[in-house]
């Protein structure tokens, strides 16, 4: 099948490399713009002009998807599909009926369910035991079309935004294909999505990693796990950033006498305060429950684990965070 591909980050470059590999003809690759990053804001490349770039496909770059231009330069390649993979910019109808097969997203989410930006991150900020991919026919609103198929990926105790992010990533570069696949053999039936159901993500900011201790350590523990690796959970020591890289909620069990008195927590902690700074042991208070800190990274220094920052950091118990 002759297609358009259409993606930016990492999460599109799986689908691109799968729908070469199944086969099809990429005819065009359309990405963003370059954008300049680091210091010295040289000029970088969108994770999925690397990738078309290895394969010689020609790449497109417009500021504005929407402008007639870009319409009509696209009608030139004749697609019978148009593909789309977190592209960043909302096609106009122009370009949605273009196609033999219209155009078709790879949706991380279960849609209805965390429609719009970030669905990875926020299933693990919520707590999601399981989310998944959404293949879905395009429409003119915001992940709103027919769902086309869909897959579920159960979340771990451990889940990342980043580990998430690479399963998702493959799972749906391999159900694009099978779709697809499906579509050529008329096989598909779009579902319509029930929007009664529906619910909406945000962005991520840099600014929503700023842990609040008066949170509880279930919901932190969460924020750790779910901004990793951006923009990364992270509290203040002694006016320097201190992100959290690890972080555990502690059993009710183990806050028992024998716990107290052989390590020394501090039972009477408020939120933000460091009730145990002993060996490997790292606990804060929140707001309900105690927060366990095991991989940490204060500014301008390395990523640890607990035990190693406790013996460089002059942390004691009694400190607030924050």
Known sequence: MKIIFMGTPDFAVCALEALIAAGHEIALVATQPDKPKGRGKSMQYPPVKTAALAHNIEIYQPKKIRDAACVEFLKIYAPDLIVVAAFGQILPKDILTMPKYGCINIHASLLPKYRGAAPIQWAVLNGEAVTGITIMQMDEGLDTGDILLQKEIELNKEETGGSLFQKLAKEGASLCVKAISQIEQGMLKPIKQDESSATYTGKITK????????????????????LNPWPGAYTSLNEKTLKIWKARVMEESELGMGFETKLGIKMDAQPGEVALAKKSHLVIKTGEGWLSLEELQLEGKKRMRAEAFLCGASLRTGTILG
């Open 207 to 226: 600014e929503m990693g700023r842990l609040d201790w008066r949170e509880p350590a279930a919901k932190l523990e969460r924020m750790v796990r779910g």
